[in-house]
């Protein structure tokens, strides 16, 4: 299996995306946020996507310019409509919107619209921390034929939509971030790609049946789908974020009005608000700390706080490398040699 250097495989990715026409600093936004999840331990939101977005961004699919306009609300409240420009570069401007309008309001609400892939959404929440403040993201996914099938249904019938909230706290901060599909789409694509199966649980058929065969999700046969964590509770949080992400933001939700065609489309409803502006500061970061001492100290101290396997994985692969597939280093080379990538700046990245 190859590993991968950070540095320099940023660099690829960069030079990958400013050839299908992203300005220079998009694509090194875009690739540092790819290559981010990597370290992270989310290679489902990595480096494989890479060929995707090359192709939705010849096929017109991606607007690689484009920035997050506001549209409507006022105040603290805003619609932004994202262009279908890349999504790591829409999401982090919203977030900075949210962050400036809390820090001097107290709280910011906003809904994203008619972005491209927003990728890991933990990184919006790291931004919304970093600057003090806790946040909350709720997100839908328009990409394709729907993924997850709602609980008591055997067919896709909503999109993975992830659910993220982050809490500052010293030295890192909490990160709740995941999908609400038992597993995200992607984990089961680096599944297929490596020849594994996906974990139990996570999979139908066509014909509702459980199943650990990747391959009903990108093989060639009947399309199976995905199913909700945790039965009709995550489900319920599925039917929300379509909802809140979709319904409420005008982007589009996952019922059959809504076009497929258009690539991988997010809308993500935002808020972020000051906890200085509810409780007392130190007496909060203090209840914070004891919550989670408390709760660590079970088993032996073996319990680990939401972020804590990310930071884990990006300080091991900092040190080691990124471990990619073949097939998944198979097609992004490929995918660069396609459009003209020179042999010496992809074999760069290898270690
Ligand atoms: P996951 O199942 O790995 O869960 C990750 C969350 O659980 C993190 O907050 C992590 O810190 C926490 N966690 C994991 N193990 C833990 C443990 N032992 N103790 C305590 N906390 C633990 O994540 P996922 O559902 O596979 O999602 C992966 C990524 O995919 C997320 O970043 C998500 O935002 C992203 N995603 C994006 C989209 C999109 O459309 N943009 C769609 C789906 C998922």
């Known amino acids: ?167 500052p706290k010293s030295p890192a901060p909490i990160i709740l971030d995941f999908a609400t599909s038992a597993i995200a789409v992607g984990k089961v694509k680096v599944a297929f790609n490596a020849g594994k199966e996906a974990p139990v649980g996570a999979l139908v058929t066509h014909l509702g049946e459980p199943t650990t065969d990747p391959a009903v999700m990108f093989g060639q046969g009947p399309r199976g789908a995905l199913v909700s964590f945790g039965g009709h509770k995550g489900y319920g949080l599925a039917l929300v974020c379509e909802i809140l992400a979709g319904a409420l933001t005008g982007g589009g939700t996952n019922q059959p009005e809504t076009p497929k065609d258009r690539g991988i489309v997010n809308g993500m409803m935002g808020l972020v608000f000051d906890p200085a502006r509810l409780a007392d500061n130190a007496a909060f970061a203090h209840e914070v700390q004891a919550v989670c001492d408390h709760v660590q100290a079970s088993a032996f101290g073996h319990v680990l706080l939401p972020g804590d396997p990310e930071r884990r994985a990006k300080h091991r692969r900092m040190q080691d490398g990124i471990p990619l597939d073949d097939v998944t280093w198979g097609d992004l080379s490929a995918a660069a040699t396609r459009i003209g990538v020179d042999e010496a700046t992809i074999r760069a990245a290898l270690l």
């Open 1 to 167: 299996m190859p590993r991968i250097a950070q540095t320099p495989l940023i660099a690829l990715v960069a030079t990958m995306l400013e050839r299908v026409g992203a300005p220079g600093p998009i694509a090194q936004q875009v690739a540092t946020d790819l290559i981010e999840a990597n370290l992270q331990g989310h290679d489902s939101h990595g480096v494989q996507l890479v060929p995707r977005y090359v192709e939705n961004t010849e096929k017109g699919l991606i607007n690689p310019g484009a920035a997050a306009a506001q549209v409507g609300g006022a105040g603290a409240m805003a619609i932004f409509d994202g262009g279908m420009g890349y999504g790591q570069v829409t999401g982090r401007q919203v977030t900075a919107w949210a962050t400036d309008t809390a820090a001097a309001q107290g709280m910011a609400m906003f809904g994203l619209r008619n972005t491209h892939h927003l990728g890991r959404i933990g990184a919006y929440a790291e931004q919304a921390a970093a600057a003090g403040l806790i946040s909350m993201f709720f997100v839908n996914a328009v990409s394709g034929p729907p993924m997850v099938a709602p609980h008591g249904g055997a067919d896709g019938r909503m999109g993975t939509n992830p659910v993220c909230i982050g809490i």
